[in-house]
């Protein structure tokens, strides 16, 4: 009897009914079919991909695969995803569950709790090397060739 169960569930879903619509057809009652029912149609400002909600996550895992030195092309690859899938997640267009986290971090090479570690900083580490690249690139001559000194005795 289960099976029949399913089975007319499948149907009801496909026909995009509940079974109280079902019954109140087999009693013969006035209903709707899904074609002149009111359709919700998402505008592209309602889609997840066209939202952008770069969260602490989105941050981290960017920080953990730069670390890597790896491209986001490469890493969308070495996660069998498509090309830009990476990119998505990374600009917040594509929402993370903690399974895809750790699958994703598998992929890069890393264990959750390395993640764990990162979310618990206040500042990434690829947030404080694109700050002094940025302060070098600033930097006059003379004061470059002060720094260099300094890197070279650290």
């Not at 400002?45 to 986001?72: G, H």
């Not at 498509?82 to 917040?92: D, F, K, Q, V, Y």
């Amino acid at each position: 009897m289960s099976r029949v169960r399913h089975r007319l569930q499948k149907i009801l879903t496909a026909l995009e009914i509940t079974p109280e619509q079902f019954f109140k057809i087999k009693k013969g009652k006035n209903f709707k079919p899904a074609k002149k029912r009111e359709k919700k149609v998402l505008i592209n400002k309602d889609r997840r991909s066209y939202q952008k909600n770069i969260t602490k996550e989105c941050k981290v895992l960017r920080s953990m695969r730069r670390m890597k030195k790896i491209s986001q092309d490469e890493a969308s690859r070495l996660c069998g995803y498509s090309r830009a899938t990476i990119g998505h997640i990374e600009n917040g267009r594509i929402e993370l569950s903690r399974s895809r986290i750790e699958y994703i971090l598998r992929c890069y090479g890393y264990e959750y709790s390395e993640f764990e570690g990162n979310m618990s900083k206040e500042e990434l580490r690829d947030s404080i090397t694109d700050y002094c690249f940025n302060k070098i690139e600033e930097l006059e001559n003379e004061k470059l060739e002060l720094l260099k000194n300094l890197l070279r005795n650290l």
